[in-house]
Structure formats: C-alpha cells, structure tokens
C-alpha cells in the first residue's frame, strides 16, 4: 500500500522544536487554557508578533501605502516592499515574480483566469482533480465558461485521487493528449494531508503544460521551493501560516511572466487608455505586482506576513515540519485503537512513516457532524462537512483533524479519550 509517502525531496525534516516555548508564543493558548485547537488547515493561530504588528498599525500608524508623499504612507510602501523581498526568498523566488493577493483563493482565480483566459484556445484541454480544494478547480470552470463565450471549447478533464491518497498518476497518463494545455493540482491535500507528487507529475506531462500548484496546506508546513518545484503557479495564503486573513500571494515562473494578463485594474495600475483600448507593457522584466495589485491592499495583513515569516524562519521549517510528521504519525496509531474507525484516503490507508498534520476519518456508529458538536462543547474544534471539494461517496462524511507544530501529542491523547467516550 505504501506508495508515496515521502517528505519532499531536500526537507529532510529532522531536527527538533521546543514544542512549549513555540506554543507560548501563541496568546490563545494562554488566553484558553483547555482549548484543543485542531482545525489549523482551515486557519492557524497567530503569534504574538503578528498580533502586535496588526495592533500597531491601526494603533500607530494607520495610512494607505502609495498613495501619498508624508512618511507614513512611504515607511508603508516601503514595509511592504520588504515583505515583498522576505516572503520571496522564503520560496527561493525573485521578488519581481511575486505577487500579494487576499488569499489562496484570489491567487488561483488569479492564475486561471489571467492566464487561461489569454493563452487558452479553441480545442485546449485542462486537467484537473475534482476532490481538490473547490477554489483550485472552480476558476478553471470559470474560464471554460467564459472562453466558450467567444466561441472557444475548451475541455476539462478528471483525473483520480489513488486508494491511498494521492493522485492516480495512471489516470493522469491516460488523459494527457497534445492539446493537454494546463493542469491544476494541490502540493499538499486538504483532507488526505499527502504529499501529491508533483515533481513526479512534470515528469510524465512534460515541460510544455502549465501546472497551477495550490499550496495553501504547505507554505509554513514543509519547504516550499519555486526553484525546486518547477511549476508556473504557486499559490499561498498568509492565513494558514500564522498570519492575519486577507493576505496570500502568488508566484509566477518568468516563463510565464509575459503571458499573463490582469483581470483587475485599479487607481494605481500603470496603462493607459488610448483610442484603440488599453495600453500596457507585459515586458517580463518588470515587477508583476505593478500590473497585477491594484486598488488597496490589506496593508496590516501584509505586515502581519512579514512577522509570520520571521516567526518560522526562527522556528526552523525543518523542525516545524519534524513535529508535525510526529504528531501526524502519533495521532494515526491512537486513532487505529478506536471501533468502528474508517479512514479516509491518507496516511490511515497507505501507513506511512510520515505526515503533514492532516487526517481523515469517519465512525461507522456516529456522524461525523454530531462528534464535531461533542467534541465543541470540551473545547475541542475539529471540522466536518464536504471540506469544500466533491464528495466522491456519499458516505465520505469524514471527521478532519488538522495539526500545527504548536499542537501536543497530550491534546491527541485528550481527542481521542474524548472520542473513545462517545463511541458507544
Ligand atoms: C487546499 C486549499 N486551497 C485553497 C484554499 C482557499 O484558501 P483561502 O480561503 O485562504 O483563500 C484552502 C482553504 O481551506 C485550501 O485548504
């Protein structure tokens, strides 16, 4: 069953976080005491610093950046542009070829539609997972949509989660064609929590098709590489890596630099309207945030990110990492004692040595809905639901637990005490 269940190449996650000294950086904990907070995929908590920068910019110094000459609103430009330059190197990108957006979502309608709209053509073909995250796949729909409008089919095709939890790569092999244009895929999975394989996926669809990589479940988690990964599009969002919401980004590969075009223009964006329509420079040399930002950006946010990267960078990645396989892989062998236990695709199925916080699973004699309301009323937070991508059964109403480094494996022994006790 074991078919992928490697850390990212390079990682070599192996170095160790004082898990109580990171926890106390996080005022909630102190703040709630008996608080299990196991829902980090859908947001982390936040440290203090990022806290206190949200804190002081309404407090201290609260203006618009770009907009005005007074030393406020310059000292801002300037802080985001050195956030800029911080949160590139923590992917290993030019800051040229970064762009701040409000979130994962904004990144990835971002990619889809400010590429697939200009460089898609009648005949293309897109593939991609309908059990990913909705915000990955629903944009590509979008453009489907919209290029169908100027008389451009444009088709979309499925390819399959594996039993174990990453994709199928048989099925993506048996899809490609030469009109395969785009493919669109998760680094991490939301809800099987695996390493879905992309290295492994350029390989077999060759250097020609773009990938679009959503990793909001992996920034903050594991190295996150754009050199590395060799694909187009990198998403993120800030929230999900102990920042403030409202803020993510967006990597673009320069080879991609020129052909993608903004779906948005605002007050500051340099074009200029002519009689014959708009007139913008997309020469792949110039800053793609000066084309694709535009009106107000979520100034705290972004100065909360910058925090946030200082806050892992000192952590380590590796030994955020490190503490969250071993939570992942603690958690797996409690959960494999309790009846009646079904295991969504991940590491319940496929046994491996390691993880990235995420699991899955179901009760055969309770809904997964109902252990969330037992579980809320101890303190514990855990989610259920369609996790915002398709069911494949309807029977995959799965309980998901997911970790941060700041979780313990005492909590792990609480939740699944508490979901003993309520099993029946
Ligand atoms: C895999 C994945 N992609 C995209 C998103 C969307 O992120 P956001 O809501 O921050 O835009 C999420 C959020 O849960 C996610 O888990």
């Known amino acids: 069953m074991n078919k992928s269940c490697q850390l990212n190449p390079g990682t070599g996650a192996t170095t160790t976080l004082d ?14 005491p008996d608080l299990i907070y196991l829902d ?10 990022v806290v206190d920068a949200l804190f002081d910019y309404y407090s201290n110094n609260c203006a618009n950046a770009g907009r005005a000459s007074y030393s406020w609103s310059t000292q801002l430009s300037r802080s985001i542009e050195e956030t800029r330059a911080k949160v590139a ?41 309908p059990q990913d995250h909705k915000s990955a ?20 095709k499925h390819f399959a989660i594996h039993e174990v939890g990453d994709y199928d790569l048989r099925s993506i092999k048996e899809l490609l064609t030469p009109r395969t244009k785009v493919l669109a895929m998760a680094h991490i999975h939301h809800v099987f929590g695996l390493d879905m394989e992309v290295n492994k996926i350029r390989e077999i669809v060759g250097s020609e098709v773009v990938i679009s990589l959503d990793c909001s479940q992996s920034v903050g988690h594991t190295k996150v590489d754009a050199k590395a990964l060799d694909v187009e599009f990198i998403s993120f969002s800030g929230h999900k890596m102990f920042a403030a919401p409202g803020c993510g980004g967006l990597y673009i590969n320069p080879r991609v630099a020129d052909k993608i075009k903004p779906v948005r223009l605002g007050g500051q964006s340099p074009v200029a309207i002519t009689d014959h329509g708009l007139e913008y420079s997309t020469n ?26 200082d806050f892992i960078t000192e952590a380590g990645i590796e030994a955020i990492e490190a503490q969250l396989s071993d939570l992942t892989v603690y958690l797996w ?39 969330t309301f037992m579980l809320d009323a101890e303190e514990i937070f855990v989610r259920a ?31 699944v005490e508490i979901l003993e006790s309520n099993l029946g």
């Not at 319940?348 to 109902?370: H, T």
């Open 19 to 32: 898990v109580q000294a990171f926890r106390a950086n996080f005022p909630i904990f102190s703040n709630h």
């Open 40 to 49: 980090s995929a859908s947001t982390t908590q936040k440290p203090q610093t």
């Open 89 to 129: 190197q923590f992917l290993n990108c030019e800051q040229k070829n970064l762009v701040f957006t409000s979130g994962a979502t904004d990144s990835l309608n971002l990619a889809a539609l400010g590429y697939g709209l200009n460089n898609l053509e009648d005949g293309d073909e897109i593939l991609l997972c």
């Open 137 to 156: 796949v629903l944009p590509w729909y979008i453009v489907q949509s919209m290029l169908a409008d100027q008389g451009k089919k444009i088709t979309i």
């Open 284 to 309: 792949p040399s110039r800053p793609l945030h000066q084309l694709l930002e535009c009106g107000t950006q979520n100034i705290p946010a972004i100065l909360s990110l910058s925090k946030a990267v």
């Open 333 to 371: 062998q409690k959960l494999t004692t309790l009846p009646g236990i079904v295991f969504a695709p991940g590491i319940g199925i496929c046994r491996c040595d390691s993880g990235f916080g995420i699991i899955s699973f179901r009760f055969e004699q309770i809904s997964s809905l109902d252990l």
């Open 385 to 415: 639901g369609d996790h915002c991508s398709e069911k494949k059964h309807e029977e995959d109403d799965y309980l998901r637990v997911s970790m941060h480094a700041y979780n313990t494996r005492e909590e792990i022994d609480q939740l």
